[in-house]
């Protein structure tokens, strides 16, 4: 019998493109499903029902919630092209870096959304900063997970892309490749691999979309 997989997700989401990029890597067939945040479906709020948010993985009608708990999910209940390290404590750091992304990095673009033209500047010197530390992790490394996309890969680069289109969309180049050569170079190695190129949403949509986010951002802090 079959496996039953699915993924709720939402196209412009980050932490939707984390999840494809996974089972894409290990060859895992699933069905996608479009969510629309603005109205809900009956099967989102059946499978998330505490934060009713996106993504939600679903194996054989058994749901999933939080991307870094579905990452780890499937890395542990399909063993072939594993995305962890093997040793328990280069498992920590990876774990550490990941939490790193998501409650700074990612906080910063949420806080430059609806950020005023003053605010912006200092939101900006944060984000870079943010970054420069994550370059650091990375020195002389082809990925984080070494010689292979691993876990932490799979984890920042949907951010830092999205980092990159958010500021393109407020005007700013956020990573000069002059000042962050280690990081530009890992987002271009990442997007000459195919499965990753084919997660990622076509360029002038995203940006469109990020620029009406940032719009209906701006007009709520008012």
């Given at each position: 019998?079959?496996?039953?997989?699915?993924?709720?997700?939402?196209w412009?989401s980050?932490?939707?493109?984390?999840?494809?990029?996974?089972?894409k890597?290990?060859?895992?067939?699933?069905e996608y499903?479009?969510?629309?945040?603005?109205?809900?479906?009956?099967l989102?709020?059946?499978?998330?029902p505490?934060h009713k948010?996106?993504?939600?993985?679903?194996?054989?009608?058994?749901?999933?919630?939080?991307?870094?708990?579905?990452?780890?999910y499937?890395?542990?209940?399909?063993?072939?092209?594993p995305?962890?390290?093997?040793?328990?404590?280069?498992?920590?750091?990876?774990?550490?870096?990941?939490?790193?992304?998501?409650e700074?990095i990612?906080?910063?673009?949420?806080?430059?959304r609806?950020?005023?033209?003053?605010?912006?500047?200092k939101i900006?010197e944060e984000?870079?900063?943010q970054m420069?530390?994550?370059?650091?992790?990375?020195?002389?490394?082809?990925?984080?997970g070494?010689?292979?996309i691993?876990?932490?890969?799979?984890?920042?680069?949907p951010?830092?892309?999205?980092?990159?289109?958010?500021f393109?969309?407020?005007?700013?180049?956020?990573?000069?490749?002059?000042?962050?050569?280690?990081?530009?170079?890992?987002?271009?190695?990442?997007l000459d691999?195919?499965?990753?190129k084919?997660?990622?949403?076509?360029?002038?949509?995203h940006l469109a979309?990020i620029?009406?986010?940032i719009?209906v951002a701006?007009?709520?802090?008012?």
């Amino acid at each position: 019998m079959a496996e039953e997989v699915k993924l709720l997700g939402v196209w412009a989401s980050p932490f939707s493109r984390r999840i494809e990029i996974a089972l894409k890597l290990k060859d895992i067939q699933y069905e996608y499903i479009e969510e629309d945040l603005s109205n809900k479906s009956a099967l989102l709020l059946k499978y998330n029902p505490v934060h009713k948010k996106i993504p939600v993985f679903v194996h054989n009608g058994k749901p999933v919630a939080e991307s870094l708990v579905i990452l780890e999910y499937i890395d542990e209940t399909w063993k072939d092209h594993p995305i962890l390290p093997k040793h328990p404590y280069d498992r920590a750091i990876a774990r550490f870096w990941a939490k790193f992304v998501d409650e700074k990095i990612q906080q910063t673009l949420y806080k430059a959304r609806g950020a005023k033209d003053d605010e912006l500047p200092k939101i900006i010197e944060e984000g870079r900063e943010q970054m420069k530390i994550l370059e650091n992790e990375l020195k002389g490394k082809e990925f984080f997970g070494g010689e292979t996309i691993g876990y932490l890969d799979i984890v920042a680069f949907p951010v830092a892309y999205w980092f990159q289109v958010q500021f393109q969309a407020l005007g700013v180049e956020l990573l000069p490749e002059e000042k962050f050569p280690v990081v530009c170079k890992w987002i271009g190695r990442l997007l000459d691999v195919d499965v990753v190129k084919s997660c990622v949403p076509p360029r002038d949509k995203h940006l469109a979309h990020i620029k009406t986010r940032i719009e209906v951002a701006r007009a709520a802090s008012k």
